[in-house]
Each structure stands twice: as structure tokens, then as C-alpha cells.
Nanobody, 118 residues
């Protein structure tokens, strides 16, 4: 069973930065892609960024390109999301996810709240 635990959320002013972490445990074999999603109040969950674990290739939502960076630490089985130039519209609960491909996400963390004040 794959377990994902996010951390690093908090309150930050617009223009600031935060780094989210996702600690993974359990069997990750067969789940080669990992990513970040977010859900703002009253809105559907949306894709933020993803990374193919072995290849390191990345994909970003247009709304975060140039501001967010997804990365990994293979030795620690950890996934990160460096968020810079944060905007109030980035306010959401951010979720770490693991999947078998970029459209099939089978495991989710509990989420971490990010609040950006104007």
C-alpha cells in the first residue's frame, strides 16, 4: 500500500514562497508518476504539476508555469513543490498523488493548506 503525507503548507503573503513536501512509503513500483493537485473552496480539484519518477520529466499547469517547480529526492522517496511568486488565487488545499500514468491517479495524501494573503 502506498502512503503519501504532505507537509509545508501555511500562510504567506502575496509574492512570497513556500515549499511543499510529500513523504512516500509503501510500494511505489507500478506507480511511476507523481504529482501535485490543488482544490480551492467551491472549486474542483485541479492539476498543478507532475513528474515521471524514473525519467524526471515534468509537466505543469499553465497557471503555475515559471512560478512552481516540482522535484524529487530518490534516496528519501520524497516529492517537493517549490512555489514562488505566490498569488491569492493559489490559495487551496494541495494534494500529493501517485499514479500509473498522467491520467490515472490511484493514491492521494490528506492535503496541506496553502493560504496566500493579498
Amino acid at each position: 500500500q502506498v502512503q503519501l503525507v504532505e507537509s509545508g503548507g501555511g500562510l504567506v503573503q502575496a509574492g512570497g514562497s513556500l515549499r511543499l513536501s510529500c513523504a512516500t512509503s509503501g510500494r511505489t513500483f507500478g506507480r511511476p508518476v507523481m504529482g501535485w493537485f490543488r482544490q480551492a473552496p467551491g472549486k474542483e480539484r485541479e492539476f498543478v504539476a507532475s513528474m515521471w519518477w524514473s525519467l524526471g520529466s515534468t509537466q505543469y499547469a499553465d497557471s503555475v508555469k515559471g512560478r512552481f517547480t516540482i522535484s524529487r529526492d530518490n534516496a528519501k522517496n520524497a516529492l517537493f513543490l517549490q512555489m514562488s511568486s505566490l498569488k491569492p488565487e493559489d490559495t487551496a488545499v494541495y494534494y500529493c498523488a501517485a499514479g500509473s500514468d498522467s491520467s490515472t491517479w490511484s493514491h492521494w495524501g490528506q492535503g496541506t493548506q496553502v493560504t496566500v494573503s493579498s
